[in-house]
């Protein structure tokens, strides 16, 4: 019957099975239906923690013979190659989409950067500084052309501030379209998004606490004027930043296919040149009033830059996902057995006490290294985050590494900031400077005590909505950073109290809704009956599923699975919908739900249906006894099927 929930409760095992389930507990989750027949359930797997030690693969190093030695080192030596070709590939896609999007909106950048009006509003200084970063693709580009400004006097420090603050939000984009790379594992895609994520969460957490703080204080352009007041910077030497390492190993390939001008987009944000003006971003080579051949291939075609731009797109998205795809398979080859169960245990470890306080701060100043060795914080997280798909780096041991990346990315501005003339120096070491006070108080704020490191949570429920809904990604892209800081920016455009009469009502609904989830988690006696849970609310208000059935349809997959009995998947109690998704649910509370299409599923939640996603789950028949075998359950995916 379509719909039946049933009771959920442990039960002990038939004295029958018992030689056959020895080393197994006593009791276990079971189901019992409506006749009274009885189905055990499979215990809870963590889908967050680290796969399992694999066996050794193939005969030991002691039991081969001369030759299978020598070819088993020739196959490890051609694979290590392979994925340090495959990574350096990767590196140049990453280059290739970065300065494809600068071809695209490069210019609108820059005329963004030149709303001095619209500037002095924080808020749409914040959505400037995402929407910009993600249109150059680069927070190092974007952070440098604000301190080119600053050090201009174009823009003021105060206006600056929220800008960079957007900046490190815009920056992490481009591992959230990497982790895209591992969807089709739906394990794999929940520990890669939340890897991803995390630096979302960070970001957003440490805005939400300082912007506000910023604006009524301004502690970060105090504090920073106190540091630069009380040294002699004037006399510091400025120069041009040197060289990242990362380019030089990538720049032999990337300048063969194109070469931009950064000039341009600096002298398109201070208002020298205009977007409507017939000037390229592309780099043109002249000697003597007569323009010469600079070597690309780019160069050679008589296309706009929008159109170079949306060609070099499509190519280095192609090539990204070819890479990814590549190097997600190589690395399941390289990394298993002992191998992955070594690294697990060298970048996991956790010292005993009181030296296992210091792992994460070691974890933070590597990501900072690395970081500042490579001058791109979104290659860095990106290269993490195919690992952590594959469950060789945790949840946990990627935080502080990304904590150490936004630390590291700051020397990028502090490089351009040193190269502004002395009598502007002043000034651009300052915004650098507040750039590296954001992220070093944002640190402190949700790192240094356990309780306090909210991103990790946040980026698991993240994780656990894309894992039930993938298309939830490519909605979450869109909505953080194109449409949130777009709709912002149209509305300021239109006048400050179009922006306060849509966004105070949005910020009210969130709060409001957030303090009902919070009540309803901590002390739902307190509130009426009816606001116990969200059931009372039209399904599309609270729940993703008509969405997702739609799209379900669309996409011809097996039908989304019935709405609001399906909660508990995302962690919810019955009836409760996505509004509220960090709800534990317990074995105890434990439901059966029956698809007609699909076929009965058991949720929980650390496990997810298929069904939703046109993955039908294995049939199991029960025993004679309507007591299914543990070892009959599959666990090759996230549902468990009777």
């Known amino acids: 019957m379509r719909g039946r929930r049933l009771e959920s409760r442990a039960v002990p095992f038939a004295p029958q099975l018992r030689g056959e389930r020895a080393a197994m507990k006593e009791s276990v989750p079971a189901i019992v239906d409506q006749k009274g027949d009885t189905k055990v359930l499979p215990e809870e797997e963590d889908p967050w923690a680290t796969p399992p030690d694999f066996d050794e693969q193939g005969p030991r190093w002691s039991e081969l013979t001369g030759a299978q030695r020598a070819r088993r080192v020739a196959v490890g030596i051609s694979k290590a190659g392979a994925l340090l070709f495959l990574l350096w590939m990767f590196v140049c896609s990453l280059d290739f989409l970065s300065t494809s999007f600068r071809l695209i909106g490069g210019k609108q950048a820059g005329r963004v950067f030149r709303e001095s009006e619209l500037l002095r509003n924080p808020v749409v200084g914040l959505m400037i500084g995402v929407l910009a970063t993600v249109l150059v693709q680069s927070s190092s580009t974007s952070t440098s052309v604000v301190v080119t400004m600053v050090g201009t006097h174009l823009l003021r420090v105060r206006d600056a501030v929220p800008i960079i603050m957007g900046a490190n939000i815009g920056t992490s984009v481009t591992n959230t379209v990497v982790s895209l790379g591992q969807a089709n594992d739906r394990r794999e895609f929940r520990r890669a998004f939340a890897a991803a994520t995390i630096h979302d969460m960070f970001n957003w957490l440490a805005v939400i606490v300082l912007l506000p703080l910023e604006v009524a204080t301004g502690y970060l352009e105090r504090v920073t004027d106190a540091i630069m007041s009380s040294g002699e910077w004037h006399q510091v030497e400025g120069g041009a930043p040197k060289q990242a390492f990362l380019q030089t190993i990538t720049k032999p390939v990337t300048r063969l296919v194109v070469q931009l001008d950064k000039k341009v987009l600096e002298k398109l944000a201070s208002g020298q040149i205009n977007e409507t003006d017939d000037v390229s971003l592309l780099k043109q080579c002249w000697r003597n009033g007569t323009r010469e051949s600079c070597g690309y291939l780019l160069e050679q075609i008589p296309w706009s830059d929008s159109t170079l731009g949306l060609c070099l797109l499509v190519v280095s998205l192609l090539l990204l996902c070819g890479c990814l795809v590549a190097l997600v398979k190589l690395l399941h080859s390289v990394l298993g057995g002992p191998i992955a169960s070594l690294l697990r245990r060298i970048i996991n470890v956790e010292p005993p006490w009181p030296y296992h306080l210091l792992t994460g701060w070691a974890a933070m100043a590597l990501g900072c290294a690395l970081t500042v060795l490579v001058q791109s914080s979104s290659v860095f997280t990106s290269a993490l985050t195919p690992l952590a798909g594959l469950g060789v780096v945790s949840l946990e041991r990627i935080?502080?590494?990304?904590?150490?990346?936004?630390?590291?990315?700051?020397?990028?501005?502090?490089?351009?900031?040193?190269?502004?003339?002395?009598?502007?120096?002043?000034?651009?070491?300052?915004?650098?400077?507040?750039?590296?006070?954001?992220?070093?108080?944002?640190?402190?704020?949700?790192?240094?005590?356990?309780?306090?490191?909210?991103?990790?949570?946040?980026?698991?429920?993240?994780?656990?909505?894309?894992?039930?809904?993938?298309?939830?990604?490519?909605?979450?892209?869109?909505?953080?950073?194109?449409?949130?800081?777009?709709?912002?920016?149209?509305?300021?455009?239109?006048?400050?109290?179009?922006?306060?009469?849509?966004?105070?009502?949005?910020?009210?609904?969130?709060?409001?809704?957030?303090?009902?989830?919070?009540?309803?988690?901590?002390?739902?006696?307190?509130?009426?009956?009816?606001?116990?849970?969200?059931?009372?609310?039209?399904?599309?208000?609270?729940?993703?599923?008509?969405?997702?059935?739609?799209?379900?349809?669309?996409?011809?997959?097996?039908?989304?699975?019935?709405?609001?009995?399906?909660?508990?998947?995302?962690?919810?109690?019955?009836?409760?919908?996505?509004?509220?998704?960090?709800?534990?649910?317990?074995?105890?509370?434990?439901?059966?739900?029956?698809?007609?299409?699909?076929?009965?599923?058991?949720?929980?939640?650390?496990?997810?249906?298929?069904?939703?996603?046109?993955?039908?789950?294995?049939?199991?028949?029960?025993?004679?006894?309507?007591?299914?075998?543990?070892?009959?359950?599959?666990?090759?995916?996230?549902?468990?099927?009777?």
């Open 399 to 642: 935080y502080p590494l990304t904590l150490g990346a936004n630390i590291g990315t700051t020397a990028t501005g502090l490089l351009a900031a040193l190269a502004a003339p002395p009598a502007s120096l002043r000034y651009t070491l300052q915004i650098a400077f507040c750039h590296l006070l954001f992220n070093v108080t944002g640190i402190l704020l949700f790192y240094p005590i356990p309780a306090t490191r909210l991103p990790i949570p946040l980026a698991k429920a993240l994780g656990n909505l894309t894992s039930r809904y993938r298309w939830f990604s490519i909605l979450y892209l869109l909505m953080m950073f194109l449409l949130l800081p777009a709709a912002v920016f149209g509305l300021s455009a239109a006048g400050p109290w179009a922006l306060a009469g849509v966004g105070i009502p949005v910020l009210l609904i969130v709060v409001i809704v957030g303090l009902v989830n919070l009540v309803q988690r901590k002390r739902p006696s307190l509130l009426p009956l009816k606001l116990r849970d969200w059931s009372f609310l039209p399904e599309w208000m609270h729940s993703l599923d008509p969405l997702d059935r739609v799209l379900s349809r669309l996409c011809c997959c097996c039908p989304a699975s019935d709405g609001r009995r399906d909660a508990p998947v995302l962690g919810l109690i019955p009836n409760q919908s996505q509004m509220n998704i960090l709800q534990p649910v317990s074995a105890s509370s434990s439901v059966l739900t029956l698809n007609s299409t699909c076929g009965p599923e058991y949720h929980t939640m650390n496990g997810f249906e298929n069904c939703a996603f046109g993955e039908l789950p294995k049939k199991k028949k029960a025993t004679n006894n309507n007591i299914v075998d543990q070892k009959d359950w599959d666990f090759g995916g996230t549902t468990t099927s009777l």
